[in-house]
């Protein structure tokens, strides 16, 4: 049960989160989740939901669900790519949109730019 969990809420993650990127960038936000999670020790639906760590969670609930199953189907393919395979994000744990500036990002390393999203570790 816990890795159908984790692939749900990784999916779900991926899919809220970089629906529209490009596939490379899809395995990379899902990468900096699975890398999130194993920093914190959390699972990966724990990780998702913590209080202001991904956007779309502050979402009503009702959103939550997908509306486009064809871009969840893609997503899902992300999520078991990232799972199955190398780690090109160098261990990043955050990203944010290339066109915002978030207070937190000058505390740490810049992983690069994949598709809209600069990615980062400590």
């Not at 899919?15 to 596939?23: L, S, T, V």
């Not at 009702?62 to 078991?80: G, I, M, N, Q, Y």
């Amino acid at each position: 049960m816990d890795i159908i969990s984790s692939i749900l809420w990784l999916t779900l993650n991926v899919y809220h989160e970089a629906r529209g990127e490009e596939f490379l960038a899809q395995v990379a936000v899902a990468h900096v989740t699975i890398n999130r999670a194993r920093s914190r020790h959390l699972s990966v639906k724990d990780t998702v939901l913590q209080d202001h760590q991904f956007s779309w969670t502050d979402m009503p609930k009702k959103k939550w669900f997908p509306r486009d199953l064809v871009a969840f189907w893609l997503c899902l393919e992300s999520v078991t790519t990232a799972a199955a395979g190398h780690d090109f994000t160098g261990g990043a744990t955050f990203y944010h949109n290339y066109r915002i500036k978030p207070y937190w990002a000058a505390s740490f390393e810049p992983v690069g730019l994949i598709g809209n999203h600069i990615f980062y570790r400590r």
